[in-house]
């Protein structure tokens, strides 16, 4: 759902072409990546897929994880471009750099709540060493803010080709602009959410792991978010 929605949302804010390329820009990043990094533990730290909690594999990298990449990317855009305020028009030089950048911080942010879960938990993917966060290696969440700087650094320089901005600066209403900027929400109250529908059934361990997560989630993540719903309401 997260993955229609930003598809259909990108397409309506900046026209059919600049969404599907962007789409295929943040897949063949993100898919190169991963990849590289488990083929050498380069990109994320040593790492790997285990066959079947994310679907088929290809190269070592199940496909399907792409996808979830681009609701992401489009979710932290969308704010990082609110507090920018340039939902509406170009950004450029400097200002293009730094929505960059603060979109891969709100990407780096919602990995940095959910790992854990995903992956010492569920093990949907395992780290052979291990590492200090939760089982976690710093590594991974700078190869995470990196790799994700480069295919939003894509994005925003298909955003400024003239037809982007033609779509861009047609008459919207804010409504529609909230619903790109609610997106974002949707992933901390996910990440808070499911460990709370299964507390009664986790071990200790597990418990302190959930613990963890939903604190990155509430005072780390949602204030990012807030920020981008006040930045919404003076534009």
Same mark, same amino acid.
């Given at each position: 759902m997260p993955v229609a929605f930003s598809l259909w949302h990108f397409i309506r804010w900046a026209g059919a072409a600049t969404a599907w390329l962007s789409f295929l820009a943040v897949v063949v990043v993100s898919f190169t990546g991963e990849a590289i990094g488990v083929a050498t533990g380069l990109v994320f730290g040593n790492y790997y897929y285990p066959d079947g909690p994310l679907g088929p594999l290809l190269l070592g990298v199940p496909p399907l994880i792409q996808?979830?990449?681009?609701?992401?990317?489009?979710?932290?855009?969308m704010i990082a471009r609110?507090?920018? %305020? *340039?939902?509406?028009? +170009? $950004?450029? @030089?400097?200002? /293009?750099? %730094? *929505?960059?950048?603060? +979109? $891969?911080? @709100?990407?780096? /942010?919602?990995?940095?709540a959910s790992d854990p879960w995903h992956a010492t938990i569920l093990q949907q993917w395992i780290w052979r060493d291990g590492g200090p966060y939760f089982g976690i290696p710093l590594h991974n969440f700078f190869g995470w803010f990196f790799e994700t700087l480069v295919f939003l650094l894509i994005v925003q320089g298909l955003l400024n080709r003239r037809s982007a901005l033609q779509h861009?600066?047609?008459?919207?209403?804010?409504?529609?602009?909230?619903?790109?900027?609610?997106?974002?929400?949707?992933?901390?109250?996910?990440?808070?959410?499911?460990?709370?529908?299964?507390?009664a059934a986790l071990p200790e361990a597990s418990?302190?792991?959930a613990v963890a997560m939903v604190c990155v989630a509430l005072f780390a993540v949602v204030p990012l978010w807030l920020a981008a719903l006040l930045a919404l309401g003076r534009q």
């Open positions: 996808l979830q990449y681009f609701a992401m990317a489009y979710a932290s855009l609110s507090i920018g %305020g *340039v939902l509406r028009t +170009a $950004a450029r @030089g400097w200002l /293009l750099v %730094g *929505v960059s950048v603060m +979109a $891969a911080f @709100g990407m780096t /942010l919602l990995d940095l861009i600066a047609a008459p919207k209403s804010r409504g529609f602009f909230l619903q790109g900027v609610l997106l974002y929400g949707t992933f901390p109250f996910t990440i808070a959410l499911i460990p709370a529908i299964q507390w418990r302190t792991i």
